[in-house]
């Protein structure tokens, strides 16, 4: 894993890159941390000690630890400062060294990121967006505040620190080694759909949407462009994805369309209903109206009816949920649907398919057959990119 450099400075929000220094460690990474004088004013450095298990640094010159800057700087894969306040990106857009995050800051070549958070006035102050500018321009990526409550009943406004789930999953995008899926555009869809019987019925499956969330936020930590495309679904989607919510199986179908023509990937990991209701009824059928069979007809195949928008070169993905034949139906539907790679499972087996954390996945290609076993769903979602960055590269989708 990486070593992260976390530089924070003092603001009402430093409490929160406790958090965030918990959820680094907790990612397996070795992260030094860096603390303005004002930040310790805020929150102990003993928190963070017992947090990382690492000692805490604030001075620029300490006895005997003269030259920690450098040090620290050239250890770092990643720097991160959270939060930044108004003072500290003044002083880094001026090139100040003054103090021993300042001074880490110049010495460091690794990826810096960082994370302002202040009032909303003081964001929206010209000097602060001409020193923001400033630091972009010298290659920091910088993360915007998030628009919430302030402190001090200041209302609500531009200017909150991003939650620490958000910016740590940043520093993993930052940190993840190189990938061929680095600024292609990665489309996903995931989730059931569902399909009205009446205004508060529908038919739909048990998909929860995990495993499309775990392919979708894989593909975003390995660098990519991202657009979930997500039914109706009960897994928790990282604040940081960009998400079109559908509901019907022709809504996915006309989202997938849309995104097609900009995609170097589709992964089709949803669940869509393959039937609907061919009337739903347009008022509440009440529990005293004699019971009516439901006639219901197919919805279309997304797969089938949007392969003339695919780009050429571009790498589709299909799954194949499977109770009988898993094999055999993913080799044809690798076939008849034009797939480059079928995932397929077996949904009669112990902790694989819909809901369960983990999944066992055959991958299917013209090629061959891989069998993976039983893994966590975000391991399956490695595998799976793994195979199409392996694919995209051959294919030269551009
Ligand atoms: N799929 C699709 N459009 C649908 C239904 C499914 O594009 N209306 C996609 C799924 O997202 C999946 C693949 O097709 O990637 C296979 O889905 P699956 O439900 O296993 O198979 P079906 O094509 O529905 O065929 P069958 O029901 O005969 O197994």
Same mark, same amino acid.
């Given at each position: 894993?990486?070593?992260?450099?976390?530089?924070?400075?003092?603001?009402?929000?430093?409490?929160?890159?406790?958090?965030?220094?918990?959820?680094?460690? @907790?990612?397996?990474?070795? %992260?030094?941390?860096?603390?303005?004088?004002? +930040?310790?004013?805020?929150?102990?450095?003993?928190?963070?000690?017992?947090?990382?298990?690492?000692?805490?640094?604030?001075?620029?010159?300490?006895?005997?630890?003269?030259?920690?800057?450098?040090?620290?700087?050239?250890?770092?894969?990643?720097?991160?400062?959270?939060? +930044?306040?108004? *003072?500290?990106?003044?002083?880094?857009?001026?090139?100040?060294?003054?103090?021993?995050?300042?001074?880490?800051?110049?010495?460091?070549?690794?990826?810096?990121?960082?994370?302002?958070?202040?009032?909303?006035?003081?964001?929206?102050?010209? @000097?602060?967006?001409?020193?923001?500018?400033?630091?972009?321009?010298?290659?920091?990526?910088?993360? *915007?505040?998030?628009?919430?409550?302030?402190? @001090?009943?200041?209302?609500?406004?531009?200017?909150?620190?991003?939650?620490?789930?958000?910016?740590?999953?940043?520093?993993?995008?930052?940190?993840?080694?190189?990938?061929?899926?680095?600024?292609?555009?990665?489309?996903?869809?995931?989730?059931?759909?569902?399909?009205?019987?009446?205004? %508060?019925?529908?038919?739909?499956?048990?998909?929860?949407?995990?495993?499309?969330?775990?392919?979708?936020?894989?593909?975003?930590?390995?660098?990519? *462009?991202?657009?979930?495309?997500?039914?109706?679904?009960?897994?928790?989607?990282?604040?940081?994805?960009?998400?079109?919510?559908?509901?019907?199986?022709?809504?996915?179908?006309?989202?997938?369309?849309?995104?097609?023509?900009?995609?170097?990937?589709?992964?089709?990991?949803?669940?869509?209903?393959?039937?609907?209701?061919?009337?739903?009824?347009?008022?509440?059928?009440?529990?005293?109206?004699?019971?009516?069979?439901?006639?219901?007809?197919?919805?279309?195949?997304?797969?089938?009816?949007?392969?003339?928008?695919?780009?050429?070169?571009?790498?589709?993905?299909?799954?194949?949920?499977?109770?009988?034949?898993?094999?055999?139906?993913?080799?044809?539907?690798?076939?008849?649907?034009?797939?480059?790679?079928?995932?397929?499972?077996?949904?009669?087996?112990?902790?694989?398919?819909?809901?369960?954390?983990?999944?066992? %996945?055959?991958?299917?290609?013209?090629?061959?057959?891989? +069998?993976?076993?039983?893994?966590?769903?975000?391991?399956?979602?490695?595998?799976?990119?793994?195979? %199409?960055?392996?694919?995209?590269?051959? @294919?030269?989708?551009?």
């Amino acid at each position: 894993m990486a070593r992260i450099l976390l530089g924070v400075t003092g603001g009402i929000a430093s409490y929160k890159s406790v958090w965030l220094a918990r959820l680094l460690t @907790q990612a397996g990474h070795e %992260v030094d941390v860096v603390m303005s004088r004002a +930040a310790r004013e805020f929150v102990g450095a003993i928190t963070f000690e017992a947090v990382t298990g690492r000692p805490v640094h604030t001075q620029l010159l300490d006895a005997g630890h003269a030259l920690d800057h450098i040090k620290l700087a050239r250890a770092a894969d990643a720097l991160v400062v959270a939060p +930044a306040t108004a *003072e500290f990106l003044a002083k880094a857009a001026g090139g100040h060294a003054d103090d021993l995050l300042t001074a880490c800051l110049l010495a460091a070549t690794c990826p810096v990121l960082v994370v302002p958070a202040m009032n909303d006035r003081m964001w929206a102050h010209p @000097q602060v967006a001409q020193n923001v500018a400033h630091l972009r321009a010298l290659g920091y990526a910088i993360l *915007e505040p998030a628009v919430g409550p302030l402190a @001090q009943g200041e209302g609500s406004g531009a200017g909150r620190l991003p939650e620490p789930e958000v910016i740590a999953a940043r520093v993993a995008r930052l940190v993840a080694p190189a990938s061929a899926l680095r600024g292609r555009h990665v489309v996903v869809t995931a989730g059931p759909t569902r399909e009205a019987v009446d205004p %508060v019925r529908f038919v739909s499956n048990h998909s929860t949407g995990k495993m499309g969330v775990a392919i979708a936020e894989a593909a975003w930590r390995r660098g990519a *462009e991202v657009t979930l495309i997500a039914g109706p679904m009960s897994a928790p989607v990282g604040a940081w994805l960009p998400v079109v919510p559908v509901e019907t199986t022709q809504e996915m179908a006309d989202a997938v369309r849309a995104a097609l023509p900009r995609a170097d990937v589709l992964v089709m990991a949803a669940a869509p209903a393959d039937f609907r209701p061919v009337e739903p009824a347009a008022q509440k059928i009440k529990k005293g109206a004699a019971p009516r069979p439901i006639e219901l007809t197919p919805t279309p195949d997304i797969l089938l009816t949007t392969r003339a928008d695919r780009r050429p070169g571009s790498v589709i993905v299909g799954f194949a949920l499977e109770t009988t034949d898993v094999l055999a139906s993913a080799r044809r539907k690798l076939e008849v649907k034009s797939l480059d790679l079928v995932v397929a499972n077996d949904a009669t087996e112990p902790g694989a398919g819909f809901g369960h954390d983990t999944n066992r %996945v055959t991958l299917v290609t013209a090629e061959g057959e891989v +069998a993976l076993p039983l893994l966590a769903k975000p391991a399956v979602a490695e595998a799976i990119l793994d195979e %199409v960055e392996a694919r995209l590269a051959r @294919q030269g989708a551009s």
